[in-house]
């Protein structure tokens, strides 16, 4: 199962860009999704998740007030709204699903399925 992840772009400092993040649909058992992002060199880091029931939210400091998760129950489908982006946002962003009992929503080894990445550059 993989997930799909789009809508990344080029965007200068300042704008906005709005990824999803497709599930192959309602038989998809889903307990939380999140995004994670890695930057070139660098490790791959948290950057937001939703707990599936009861929609609650957590965010890295990094982009807290910035980015929005935000989820579509029917198509199980979950977004990043990404406002006021920095150049230190340039990633490859991937989303991920948790399909059982989660231990830590932050950790990527939480995560059971993964999109392909969608890359995003931020320009200064």
């Known amino acids: 199962v993989q997930l799909q992840a789009s809508g990344g772009g080029l965007v200068q400092a300042g704008g906005s860009l709005r990824l999803s993040c497709a599930t192959p649909?309602?038989?998809?058992?889903?307990?939380?999704m999140g995004w994670f992002r890695q930057a070139p060199g660098k490790a791959r880091e948290f950057v937001a998740a939703?707990?599936?029931?009861?929609?609650?939210?957590y965010y890295a400091d990094s982009v807290k007030g910035r980015f929005t998760i935000s989820r579509d129950n029917a198509k199980i489908t979950v977004y990043l709204q990404m406002d006021n982006l920095k150049p230190e946002d340039t990633a490859v962003y991937y989303c991920?699903?948790?399909?059982?009992?989660?231990?830590?929503?932050?950790?990527?080894?939480?995560?059971?399925?993964w999109g392909q990445g969608t890359l995003v550059t931020v320009s200064s």
């Open positions: 939703m707990k599936w029931i009861g929609g609650h939210t």
């Open positions: 649909g309602r038989a998809f058992s889903v307990n939380a």
């Open positions: 991920a699903s948790s399909n059982g009992a989660i231990t830590s929503i932050r950790l990527s080894r939480s995560y059971s399925y």
